[in-house]
């Protein structure tokens, strides 16, 4: 994984220069129709870092077509400027460049209700999935990208 400062070196500190950061690197994707009919709970508009944008539609057209979309539930955020959960280090949100889904049912140091399937598809195409992480790290809801 990045360490918190490659990743300030590639996108800045948001904490520093939030309207610079904002202005470089986030966009405002406007989910196309057939991915919301098919994903209900999936926003208008994302706010997103533009370095995810093709790998989250991607993903998302994959389960689609592989009829694992359904596992989604609830679309619980992309771009929140914060630290991370249990330790003092800043969030991949912070940079727009991670998104939570199904929170209520993958918590923080939970359980993980995904397939196998469903997780393979994130990570065939170069995302880190929360729900691989060791039981203290373990957050089911969340994937990152770190292909910067
Ligand atoms: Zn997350």
Redesign the pocket.
């Known amino acids: 994984m990045k360490s918190q400062s490659q990743l300030i070196a590639k996108f800045g500190d948001p904490y520093k220069d939030r309207l610079g950061f904002e202005r470089k690197w986030m966009v405002l994707w406007v989910v196309p129709a057939n991915i919301r009919a098919a994903i209900p709970c999936m926003p208008a508009k994302i706010y997103l870092n533009k370095l995810i944008l093709v790998p989250l539609e991607k993903t998302l057209r994959k389960l689609i077509e592989a009829g694992l979309h359904e596992e989604i539930k609830t679309w619980d955020g992309c771009f929140n400027i914060r630290s991370k959960r249990g330790s003092s280090g800043i969030s991949l ?1 912070s940079w727009g460049i ?1 998104v ?1 889904l199904n929170a209520a049912t993958n918590p923080f140091r939970g359980k993980v209700t995904w397939s196998a399937s469903f997780l393979k598809v994130w990570r065939d195409i170069g995302w880190i999935c ?1 729900a691989d992480w060791s039981v203290n790290s373990k ?1 089911g ?2 994937f990152q990208w770190e292909y910067i």
Request: glycine share 14%.
């Open positions: 949100h991670a939570d929360g957050d809801m969340h």
